[in-house]
């Protein structure tokens, strides 16, 4: 029988989420601390929203957002960008892997999505949708 198993499902494993969350913690409270030697980056208030590895966990993207629009996000990730090392530094000595992931920054969009969706649902026609289908509901159940 093989040691190596591949993951075969649409989504990430349970190892591929549980190590994206150990990093995701520990580069917030990193960032918190502000441990790293870069004035510009220790005086940004920086959000890590979610941290998603890759199928082999040597790559780890992590989806950065600055608090309440401090600075631009180009310019958090660029101050992430250039500390890529340090940070990587920080995250390998809380945790037991084979190899340091490579960090990739990409903005959280999150909350734009977010945003879109309470746009949608607010918009006249699904909102007279949604209340078709309630109907519809109540009418099944009489």
Not at 6 to 18: A, D, F, I, K, V
Not at 29 to 53: F, K, Q, W, Y
Not at 56 to 77: F, N, Q, R
């Amino acid at each position: 029988m093989s040691n190596k198993r591949s993951h075969t499902g649409s989504g990430p494993s349970q190892r591929q989420l549980r190590v994206g969350e150990l990093i995701r913690r520990t580069l917030a409270d990193v960032l918190n601390r502000a441990e790293i030697h870069d004035p510009e980056l220790n005086a940004m208030s920086i959000t890590v929203g979610e941290v998603s590895m890759s199928n082999d966990l040597k790559v780890a993207t992590v989806y950065v957002m600055p608090l309440m629009g401090s600075v631009p996000v180009e310019s958090a990730i660029a101050a992430l960008a250039r500390n890529k090392a340090e940070l990587r530094h920080r995250v390998v000595d809380g945790l037991t892997l084979k190899y340091a992931p490579d960090l990739r920054f990409r903005p959280d969009e999150t909350f734009d999505r977010l945003d879109e969706t309470r746009r949608l649902f607010s918009d006249p026609a699904v909102l007279r949708d949604l209340g078709a289908a309630d109907l519809d509901q109540a009418g099944d159940e009489e």
